[in-house]
């Protein structure tokens, strides 16, 4: 596999793990929950508005929460991961969420980051998520991931259906 598209199946696996919470697309309601859950960008550090490599971050937080190539695939092709069960990859997609400067250290997501690097198509995306925020850190970074992959993988789908 060349490096190109490893890169995109580690990025589009990180958008998919997100998908299968089935996001609500009318999230615009509630104006309180998204405050509390958005990073104030004036107060990001410099690490997190720059580009980063999601295949050094991959093998850092590799490090420390073991997730296999196949694990990582289910979630590009279906938005979800096999076992949902399991908080060990769950950790993972926190910390891959994290060392990209997306989600901070006390889960607020850095909207504009996430735009920046591409993981969210827009900040619409990230606002019609943060609903899917529940549960532990590391089940949040998942849920919130979920989301974002199965918006895309939906958008592709439609776009694939017009042609």
């Known amino acids: 596999m060349s490096i190109p598209s490893a890169r995109l199946i580690l990025l589009l696996g990180y958008v998919a793990i ?3 919470s089935g996001c609500s697309m009318n999230n615009n309601d509630d104006a309180d929950l998204k405050e509390s859950l958005l990073a104030d ?4 550090s410099n690490r997190e508005a720059k580009d980063v490599s999601f295949e050094d971050i991959h093998a850092e937080c590799n490090k ?3 997730i296999q190539m196949d694990y990582l695939k289910e979630l590009n092709d279906t938005g979800s991961y096999p076992d949902e069960t399991d908080k060990t990859p769950m950790c993972f997609m926190r910390c891959v969420l994290q060392k990209a400067g997306i ?4 889960d607020k997501v850095n909207k504009d980051q996430a735009v920046h ?3 969210a198509k827009n900040g619409d995306a990230i606002d019609d998520c943060l609903q899917e925020m529940t549960g532990s850190s590391c089940e949040r970074s998942y849920f ?4 974002i992959a199965t918006r895309q993988l939906v958008e592709g789908r439609s776009k694939d ?3």
């Open 18 to 20: 997100l998908a299968a």
């Open 41 to 44: 960008p004036s107060e990001m």
């Open 64 to 66: 420390t929460f073991i």
């Open 103 to 106: 989600v901070t250290e006390d």
């Open 117 to 119: 690097l591409a993981w």
């Open 144 to 147: 919130l991931a979920r989301c």
């Open 161 to 163: 259906n017009k042609k």
